[in-house]
């Protein structure tokens, strides 16, 4: 009888790396987005100062079809990603712009 050793999947990280503006830094997995926006600040203070949380996401790059994507990780989402990444991977820090609103709309 042939039996199969079953491939067992590593454990989930207990370190990543963010990068943000072509700089990393290794961090402890958050365990919420919340958590990983706090993380984001304490690693990149220079550049998330003042910046508000809303503004703050993330994307990790994959491989689909042969070419390099990225994807945006939602709030919804984060533990189950966070569950699936392999220690050290890389997570992207994004600052989005700030919308502006610029008055009332003309009247016709």
């Known amino acids: 009888m042939r039996t199969f050793a ?7 990280a207990d ?7 072509n700089q990393m830094m290794y961090v402890p997995t958050a365990e919420s987005f919340d958590q990983a926006v706090t ?4 690693a990149f203070e220079s550049d998330l100062t003042g910046i ?3 503004r703050i996401s993330f994307s990790l790059n994959v491989l689909m079809n042969g070419k390099q994507s990225s994807v945006d990780i939602s709030h ?11 220690r050290y ?10 919308l502006r609103v610029s008055g009332p709309p003309p009247s016709y």
């Open 6 to 12: 079953r491939r067992q999947s590593p454990p989930p």
């Open 15 to 21: 370190i990543i790396t963010y990068r943000l503006n």
């Open 39 to 42: 993380f984001a600040r304490s």
């Open 52 to 54: 508000d949380k809303s």
């Open 76 to 86: 919804g989402a984060w533990s189950t990603i966070m569950s699936h990444l392999v």
């Open 89 to 98: 991977e890389i997570v992207d820090v994004h600052i989005q712009p700030e």
